[in-house]
């Protein structure tokens, strides 16, 4: 049994900082990529930003300088810093994982409960 645990959310004023952490447990061969999704109300979920376990990086466009993913392959556990966060950026956090298990196979989905990030004005 693979689990995602996320924390780090809350409630922040405009042009503060929070981060977040997610971190993966279980029978864990390997984990590639792990990402951060969003999703606002009335939208659709969206990719915030992803790293691959040899620590390439993919952000959307939009976030590109204010976030920052990072992860720690041996803690198996990814990071998300956002900083100069606007009220835009209130939504649920959703983290996701594609994990190989050590029973062997593909590399399987996964995705956290999600934690709610709330930016006020």
């Known amino acids: 049994q693979v689990q995602l645990v996320e924390s780090g959310g809350g409630l922040v004023q405009a042009g503060g900082s929070l981060r977040l952490s997610c971190a993966a447990s279980?029978?864990?061969?390997?984990?590639?990529?792990m990402a951060w999704y969003r999703q606002a109300p009335g939208n659709q979920r969206e990719l915030v930003a992803r790293v691959t376990s040899g620590g390439n990086t993919n952000y959307a466009d939009s976030l590109k300088g204010r976030f920052t993913i990072s992860r720690d392959n041996a803690k198996n556990t990814v990071y998300l810093q956002m900083n100069s966060l606007r009220p835009e950026d209130t939504a649920v956090y959703y983290c996701?994982?594609?994990?190989?298990?050590?029973?062997?196979?593909?590399?399987?989905?996964?995705w956290g409960q999600g934690t709610q990030v709330t930016v006020s004005s």
């Open positions: 996701y994982a594609a994990i190989q298990y050590f029973s062997g196979g593909g590399y399987y989905r996964h």
């Open positions: 279980g029978s864990i061969f390997s984990i590639d990529p």
